[in-house]
């Protein structure tokens, strides 16, 4: 069984910056990666890390995010650059293996003066 924990969400201004990591147990996995979801709205993909390599990202978060993966640690981090109020929301880790897709508990972020 899989359990990704998720640490560094907190309160910043605008324009300020934070570092999101997740660490993963278990092994196998494949992608990792961001979601977010703010009150009202259904949870959307920030980034997301192949296991061959490959970034994408939400339009939204481009040229100010950047998700990066150790795979020794098992772990996905999420440097989030240029914070807006708009990036407000419970960000969560996911991963998925051959089998399933496993969720974090989700760790909250807000920009806010």
């Known amino acids: 069984q899989v359990q990704l924990v998720e640490s560094g969400g907190g309160l910043v201004q605008p324009g300020g910056s934070l570092r999101l990591s997740c660490a993963a147990s278990?092994?196998?996995?494949?992608?990792m990666g961001w979601y977010r979801q703010d009150p009202g709205h259904q949870r959307a993909l920030v980034a997301i890390?192949?296991?061959?390599?490959?970034?994408n990202y939400d339009s939204s978060v481009k040229g100010r995010f950047t998700i990066s993966r150790d795979g020794a640690k098992n772990t996905v981090y999420l440097q989030m650059n240029s914070l807006r109020p708009e990036d407000t929301a419970v960000y969560y880790c996911c991963a998925n293996d051959n089998d399933r897709f496993y969720w974090g508990q989700g760790t909250q972020v807000t920009v806010s003066s």
């Open positions: 278990g092994s196998g996995l494949n992608a």
């Open positions: 890390f192949s296991s061959s390599g490959t970034t």
